[in-house]
């Protein structure tokens, strides 16, 4: 029989369910309510009493680790182990149940340690595991019931804040406190924030829509939901980062309250999705903190707890009447020394597999080190980048202006610092921020014609509360409508990332970087996302009614990552078409 594997490494979070919190209790309350509650739930499963655990040993003591391996039902096990952690700095406590599933083996395993001095971690893991490398795991596991049940017998918390499995409501006087918690450097879970329509009762809210929301997140994120009177307490101190109107925001670790371009990476879910779909929703809502809980490195308490040494389990009793049953004192002899010199050769292998788990443990913990700080610094630079290009946006428009009055020769007045300034933020203000405003002012630019789907553009507003994304995607129509004036009178010299390299210094320039000219080969050739790309055209520029717009405008960074997909057809028609303004559409990173 092929043994499961784990599936750490290779299968999506969403084949794995991981809660990381701390106890409001010491480590020998905590390994008892643990055992407790690990016990109940096993009865309610069906499966046998287990035996009593081994008994922990005294804190700081140097005992080698206790283990046993129980049958618990059919083709199911209980393994449990106790011990001091690596280093002798304080101690362990792990239970780990398997039981039989499709295609594999369902794991949960639960386990508590304690550094010496520190606070009581508890860890609760459950994954399907595939019967071997070439199969993958198979759908979503889902929050075990377990972790539904520990959560308030633990006062569990990360940090500051409690983990409960419902969100709590927010009032006026507990909004400084819930910032604190936002922005609390050594957070590790995100925070989903619920907000309350004007025109709706909190309660009913509650109940109705934000609950069945965050059903998925129940040890995976801290929740709450604001009052009426709460909120806009809330979003005045978070000027970049509010949410309002019935979404619910989630709060990555790593908030920057001061940084405007920090918004982008705290994704919005509108309210209308949380109505329409709430199943859906709940998905959604899931997926960045599954995510985030199999990608962050372990406490180091938890990443000093060694590989579980994987017993053998107890043979299973003869049936009456079998010839093991009826066999003399002569022959149990030899079947005990053949099943010794097994035992012994086994464990040999079970040690040597150990090490090896154990190396490869080790390098996973630092491996995701490596991936945190790498994603922590490429938050800090988008952020950074978003702030200095609207320092560049704001030059540029004083460029422009100046530009506009030196060629009118407007006299002493052209000169005034102050009165530039005061021109270009007021023209910089009347540029839309956000995508309905967009939307809505499509018409001004008379050689671009939008024919894509609105829907995909507003959706834009839901993900990002911020103005970056609205002013960036205005920032390249303004310089498509220039490239195509200058095109239609033979002055474009090239295409419109050339014009992007080279922009004449009295039209609106666009980041040369951000303006692609086609997809990759292997977008254009695979059937799939091409088809994505296939958009809406006139009839006069292509008879099926649709052409191909590989050529795009990068609009924001990160994972959601929108675009702007258009057609130049200046040459033909005079005009260029925009057939999309929406989420990254399927490629080799998104899929």
Known sequence: MTRPTSSDQSDPPAARYRMVVTSGHGHTDTAALADQRLRGWLKQEGYDEPPAAPAPPVAGGAAPPEAARHRIGDRASLDLDAGPLRGGTGRYLRRRVRQPAPHGVRQTTLTVATPSGGPTWVRLEAEHL???????????VPVPGLARDLLPLLDASDGPAAVRD?????????????????????????????SVPADLDRDAWLADAVRPAVANLTGLAVLYVLDHAARPAFNLALEYHPVYGGAVRTYLPGLDPAARGDGVHHPVMSRRLLEDDPRRAAAILAREPRRLAADTPLPDVLADVPVLRTLPLPPAPPRPGSPAAGQDARGARTDQEARDAQAAESAEAAEQSAREEQAGADELQRIRRQLQHAERLERSLLAEADDQYEALRHARAQVRVLTRRLVSAAGPAAADPAEVAGEARREEDANPATFAELVARLGEFP???????????????????????ARLAWDGLLALQDYADAAARGRAHGDFKQWCEHTPPDCHPFPPRKA???????????????????????????????????????????????????????????RIYIGYIGLHLTNTRTN
């Open 447 to 469: 050689s671009l014609v939008f024919t894509g789907d609105v829907k995909e553009a507003l959706a834009l507003d839901e993900r990002n509360a911020g103005p970056g994304w």
């Open 130 to 140: 595939p019967n071997g490398p070439g199969v993958r795991s198979s759908g979503r």
């Open 166 to 194: 419902r969100p709590a409501v927010v009032g006026p006087r507990a909004v400084d406190r819930l910032i604190d918690e936002l922005c609390d450097p050594d957070r590790r879970l995100p925070i989903v924030v619920a």
């Open 516 to 574: 692609v000219r086609g997809e990759s080969h292997t977008v254009s050739t695979n059937a799939k996302w091409k088809k994505e790309r296939m958009l809406p055209v006139p009839h006069a520029v292509d008879p099926s009614g649709r052409a191909f717009m590989g050529a795009h405008l990068r609009i924001g960074g990160g994972g959601t990552a929108p675009r702007l997909h258009y057609l130049d057809d200046c040459s033909g028609t005079g």
